[in-house]
């Protein structure tokens, strides 16, 4: 049993492999958490010390007990204006205008299998994999009720966590802080760890020690966005790769969102994390409810990396889903950086014909196939063929596509409009503008209102169509800007704060019914590259483009930062042309492929533009994918440098029984007369022995993680790495 429930129903324990999670109802029905960390198989209580803290007030129950104080003790789920003065997980507004919140414990229920979220992505399980704690709360003065759901995943080493607000009285009321997570944490020296970036340098990883006060990492978008990411891990100060304590938080969710931490005056950590609260609010209307979107948390005291195999073991099982979540993905050929938007079917054609006498398995086809679409200026929305650039049609490209033996896929970008286009000059009104106020434009284009169910048909239909039209195997869903100017005719004027929440409940509504009515089309999410590079996603699309930054350098540090919780098969990532067309930065060809192969691989290029000796390299690229793409995808990842420091970026998988092991990457710069890097690898057994591909020399695994391997003499800069170790 992975929930177990004493002292007469009030005191819970979720136990996984490692973890353990405690929460506990004390004797005025105040939730308390109570511990997350290994599995100690002890009531952790005793740790708690409640001190009489001056300015830290104490419940009305609690008479005299001045050290009985909600400003001090850690809760479960921390609410506004009762007297605990650290951030809140949740707020409303009642009728009469106040926001206190002040829920207590009313009871319990464990059911076997996970919890599911009605409209909103989620880990999901079978019925002998998972169970589910749903703890009831009330609140003391209202009608508001709150469910804390919890789905515990055993052997995944998996809590997920969800939060419903019900409103069982007869007036409506507003939330207007609804937070997934709030994980209170009395003890320890914690890091924080969080993945920054921008557009073309996407999840860089920055830790920092935590700071008396409350910071942040966020976004207000209206996607996950570039600029930082809805996961983050909280580190003890001598965490690392293999030692140490971690809690990783994941949120499913693909609009604006909100990390939250405070160090407390008691140097106490609470750690919030779900829907961003300054771009929220929810009227919550008699006997309606509000569920949260979803954190998957996972605890580790063996370092990040544990954390990261967790991770990405249970967004590959229990978040991907559809055809492709195990199947290894086709290698495609993408024309964008190829052509941009100077294309016709001839040219196109090409593109294809030489890819797959090259072991290229599909083609796709980039943005500016339909409309009036030959630059950025127009044509969004108009999801019609162009017949003066594909001369024949969709159908005809698609039939002389595969007449070469490949699939064929195609681009979209669904959410956005163009002034310039047909759409918009039928239904100005359905992109997102304030009456009164010019919008911002961004990319020289405004984005359709998501929440409209006119605007989610519309799309549906045109899309389906052109699915409908061709043999298509593959649909790129871009999107391509920041969302502002908030506003929608079809909310009332007091509710526009929910228009954020309704737009990504709207994109997963979509997303929802196109997968499902084209389940073998493998659909990847996109935006400028990376910017919703999110679970939310990872739910309808099993990969996302990781960054329009194809610099196979740069991208050691981009796939560094999106290892820590997503999966190598989750990360689109595709050799391009030098000089790289994002940093003019020229790389051997090679050492693009390997940084590519950690991915779901492809090309992005014109490989008719190549010499005889680069299509063949081709050939043994596309052959060498094919080959260890199952281990890329289904082995462990094991980060073995850090990029951002070290003079070489080095990763491996390795298989499920530690018997085959590629250790790919690249060393930065070459320096004359040095002696070879080694590096120590990990994962492997210590009394197997391994050789090396091409080498007769013996190691034992012990060997191999004690003193290490040594990389070959590098020669040139961004030197490529592959080796192949098999157990022998
Ligand atoms: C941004 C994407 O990330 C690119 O790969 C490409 O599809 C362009 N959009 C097309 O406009």
Redesign the pocket.
Known sequence: MAIRVTEQGRNFYLETLHSMYQIKADEYGVLKHIWYGSRTECDMEYLLDYPDLGFSGNIYEAENKRDYSLDTMPLEYSCKGIGDHRIPAAAITHPNGSDALDLRFDGYEIKKGKYVISGLPAVYADEDEAETLEIYLKDTSSDIRVILKYGVLEKKDIITRSAVFCNMGDAPCKITKAFSLCLDIPHGDWDWVHFHGRHIMERLVERRSLFHGVQESSSNRGTSSHQQNPSVLLCSNDCTETSGECIGALLVYSGSFQTKIELTQLNQVRMLMGINSECFSWELKPNEQFSTPEVILSYSDSGMETLSHNFHNVIRNNICRGEYKQSERPVLINN?EATYFDFNEERLENIAKEASKLGVDMFVM??GWFGKRDS?TSGLGDWFVNEEKLKGGLNTLVEKVKSYGMKFGI?F?PEMVSEDSELYRTHPEWAIQIPNRKPTRSRYQLVLDMTRQDVRDYLFKVISDVLSSADISYV?W?M?RSICDWYSAELPVENMGEMQHRYVLGLYELLDRLTSEFPHILFEG?S??GGRFDAGILYYCPQI?CS?DTDAYERTKIQYGTSFFYPISTIGSHVSIVPNHQTGRITPFETRAVTAMSGSFGYELDLNTLSEEEKNAVIEQNKRFKKYGPLIHNGRYYRLSNPMTDKFAIWSFVSENSGEVLVHGMIFRTEPNMTRYSVKLRGLISNKKYVVDGDNTIYTGKALMEGGILLPKPWGDFFPIELHLKEV
């Open positions: 964008w980039d943005d950025d681009w970008e790129k871009d391509n996109c400028g590259g483009w329009d």
